[in-house]
């Protein structure tokens, strides 16, 4: 028997399947989503409509980390029976900005930064290509730009040749923070 969902219910997909919420099915849209000329995708919906869990849902079925549960999720579900040859392809690097601090201007780089290394950090524990010394030189940059060019360069000098699946969560609160903090 499904369950209602509480608000303080998880936007991580395979929690939310396996306790058995109700779950308004969207994976049949994934076959629209990749059939679009586009490589790049903005899903953009106010508030409390299911973003984040979308995006987690996506992240289960394209992360080839995710691979062996792809039944136990998406059994019953409208992509299970359709489900594309990019299925479980991708290396997922999930950067989450939910909690950047913004009551202060000088607050909002710095918890940035911390949301960026942690996706980073994620992406390095999941696939184990780059090691914890090459994370620690990529902490040792100071912006964001050389944060990911540093990424890029040690997939690079690793031959990584794998496809990576961008998903970005929650990037409109500081910024919208940071363009009030212009005008006043």
């Known amino acids: 028997m499904n369950k209602i969902i509480p608000l303080t219910a998880t936007s991580n997909f395979e929690d939310?399947?396996?306790?058995?919420?109700?779950?308004?099915?969207?994976?049949?849209?994934?076959?629209?989503?990749?059939?679009?000329?586009?490589?790049?995708?903005?899903?953009?919906?106010?508030?409390r409509f299911g973003k984040s869990l979308f995006l987690s849902m996506l992240e289960y079925y394209y992360g080839i980390q995710h691979r062996d549960k792809f039944g136990k999720l998406f059994s019953g579900l409208a992509v299970y029976s359709s489900a594309e040859s990019n299925r479980n392809s991708y290396y997922t690097l999930g950067l989450y900005f939910s909690g950047i601090e913004t009551s202060r201007p000088e607050n909002i780089l710095p918890t940035f930064i911390n949301k960026l290394l942690n996706g980073i950090s994620t992406f390095i524990k999941d696939y184990g290509i780059l090691s914890e010394a090459d994370f620690n030189e990529i902490t040792g940059e100071t912006t964001a730009g050389a944060i990911l060019e540093s990424f890029s360069q040690k997939l690079k000098l690793k031959d990584f040749r794998g496809k990576i699946f961008l998903l970005i969560d929650e990037y409109d609160h500081f910024t919208n923070e940071l363009i009030s903090f212009d005008q006043e």
């Open 16 to 47: 939310f399947i396996s306790s058995g919420y109700y779950y308004v099915d969207k994976t049949g849209f994934i076959p629209q989503l990749e059939q679009k000329a586009s490589k790049y995708l903005f899903y953009l919906r106010p508030r």
